[in-house]
């Protein structure tokens, strides 16, 4: 009798146990279905950030020693940057590297240390910009130093701006192209544009921080334009069916700030052009400044443009 009423226990755990390890299973699987549901980001995303689009410039909010505020976001900027009317917020500008007058902008290289976090990503500088760039919606300018080796996604559709760890794995509808960094730390990338003499090779920058696209005189010469529709996913189609400086073939005029003399800073920078937001904006990006990739896609503001 005493050995029945034991092997009757140890039925009754035997049978808890199963339905306990079943019922774990069956949360454990709702768990999963709910996070693939819940997922809308790129995988190991680090920090998701708004975006403002206005006046052809990206804003995103940024939080510098305490004080959050709207910086432009300018991926190939050297620096990040604090407007010099704002900077007496953060810290006494009194001790200084020192001062330059480049790229038409006055610029100080402060010593005092600044805590920078974007998102839940949190940076320590030891050097800022003070520029005097009057940006009326902008604290300053988010540059180069806080996206180096990292994947940052820009979606236009969302209005959202992804740091990551890596590119995502599935990625359908993206077109990409490696880039090169020319001698100012440009990203560049080689597009085939339609000349009197066939296809051919020229590089451009890929310029979030600029409001329009350009390209160099002598490209412009060159160029056939025809009445096709432009295909999206191709860069050079697009910039002469929707960058009227090209398509209109205007002469740019540039000036050296400091000299007063002519200049050309694509020659110098070793390249024919760039394409600035008026094209930019067509698209959704991912930029793997790791690896030296570049990944776009047509967005919804493509379609409204192209009446898709």
């Not at 300018?74 to 810290?91: A, F, M, Q, T």
């Not at 009194?94 to 480049?102: A, D, E, K």
């Not at 100080?108 to 920078?116: F, N």
Request: with cysteine.
């Amino acid at each position: 009798m005493k050995n029945k009423r034991i092997n009757i226990v140890l039925t009754g755990i035997m049978l808890l146990l199963v339905f306990s390890f079943t019922d774990c299973r069956n949360s454990s699987a709702q768990a999963d279905e709910t996070n693939e549901i819940q997922i809308t980001e790129p995988a190991d995303t680090l920090a998701n950030i708004p975006m403002t689009v206005k006046f052809m410039s990206i804003y995103i909010p940024c939080t510098v020693n305490g004080k959050t505020k709207l910086f432009v976001l300018d991926p190939e900027w050297k620096y990040n940057c604090i407007e010099k009317r704002h900077i007496s917020e953060l810290y006494d500008t009194t001790g200084t590297l020192h001062t330059s007058f480049n790229d038409g902008y006055s610029t100080v290289l402060s010593i005092h240390t600044l805590q920078y976090s974007i998102g839940d990503q949190n940076f320590t500088l030891d050097t800022t910009q003070v520029i005097s760039h009057n940006d009326s919606d902008g604290y300053g300018i988010v540059g180069k130093p806080l996206f180096n080796e990292r994947v940052v996604c820009i979606n236009f559709d969302e209005k959202e701006m992804y740091i990551t760890n890596k590119v995502p794995d599935s990625i359908p509808g993206y077109i990409q192209k490696d880039y090169t960094i020319n001698k100012e730390g440009h990203r560049v990338i080689t597009v085939n544009f339609p000349t009197s003499e066939g296809d051919k090779k020229y590089n451009l920058l890929v310029d979030f921080g600029a409001p329009t696209s350009n390209l160099d005189n002598d490209l412009k010469e060159i160029i056939t334009i025809n009445g096709n529709k432009p295909n999206p996913t191709d860069i050079a189609q697009m910039l002469i069916a929707f960058c009227n400086s090209i398509r209109n073939r205007n002469q740019t005029h540039w000036t050296n700030t400091q000299t007063g003399q002519p200049d050309n800073p694509y020659k110098r920078w070793g390249c024919d052009g760039s394409i600035g937001l008026d094209i930019i904006s067509l698209y959704n990006w991912i930029i793997d400044y790791h690896n030296n990739k570049i990944y776009y896609a047509p967005n919804e503001h493509y379609k409204k443009m192209t009446k898709q």
